[in-house]
């Protein structure tokens, strides 16, 4: 099966920028998605494909791909932002099976 | 918008079964494609398998082929998913989530409170 790599973890500057990454060979074939998990909570959606953001989810958080790396950036991190990050694309090697990235956390100084 | 809930928390001994419900709503279920993702304590989160209802097709990721088993209900519109021959190593939170699919796009957009499932002796 396909695997998704992430770092561990990241920290960002209240009100700064912050970009986190995603890399796997599956996304040379599809979009990942992202979700945001905070501590005893579902996960939850916050960016998907090419340029798709759920309703509700502030327009800081923006994502892109180049090759096989997506990312996720947060431009103007909040307190709330502070999270775990997971990015999910679906299994190239298998039909309609999905890969979690390990996640990163993130950390609003 | 569709909303998913699940069923309480489990205690369970190694060896034994568990199978944990999520029950939709706001969406005609026929028209929902179901994922199951598992996260122990201090983990990330691992998709274990899906179903769609409709066709009654599943998927399951292959570390769990042979121990899980995810089936729906129309009429309670409820997916389920079983696990079987647990172990210590399957304490966890197990979630539902709604699959959306569109080209080469796939997201969960909808998620299950979460249901900790605890093996223990």
Redesign the interface.
């Known amino acids: 099966s396909s695997e998704l790599t992430q770092d561990t973890a990241v920290s960002v500057a209240l009100g700064q920028t912050v970009r986190i990454t995603c890399q796997g060979d599956s996304l040379r074939s599809y979009y990942a998605s992202w979700y945001q998990q905070k501590p005893g909570q579902a996960p939850v959606l916050v960016f998907y494909g090419k340029n798709n953001r759920p309703s509700g989810i502030p327009d800081r958080f923006s994502g892109s791909t180049s090759g096989d790396t997506a990312s996720l950036t947060i431009t103007g991190a909040q307190a709330e932002d502070e999270a775990d990050y997971y990015c999910n694309s679906r299994d190239n090697s298998e039909s309609h099976h999905y890969v979690f990235g390990p996640g990163t956390q993130v950390t609003v100084l | 918008q569709v909303q998913l809930v699940q069923s309480g928390t489990e205690v369970k001994k190694p060896g034994s079964s568990v199978k944990v419900s999520c029950k939709a709503s706001g969406d005609t279920f026929n028209n929902l494609i179901f ?1 199951w ?1 598992r996260q122990a304590p201090g983990q ?4 274990m398998g ?1 179903i769609t209802p409709i066709f009654g097709a599943t ?1 399951y ?2 570390q769990f082929k042979g121990r899980v088993t995810i089936t729906a209900d129309k009429s309670t519109s409820s997916a389920f998913m079983e696990l079987s021959r647990l172990r210590s190593e399957d304490t966890a939170v197990y ?1 539902c ?1 709604r699959v959306m699919l ?1 080209g ?6 909808a ?4 249901t900790l499932v605890t093996v223990s002796s």
Request: proline share 0%.
């Open positions: 994922a993702v990330g989160l691992e998709w899906g998927k990721a292959q979630f989530a569109q080469d796009t796939d997201w969960f957009d998620w299950g409170q979460g």
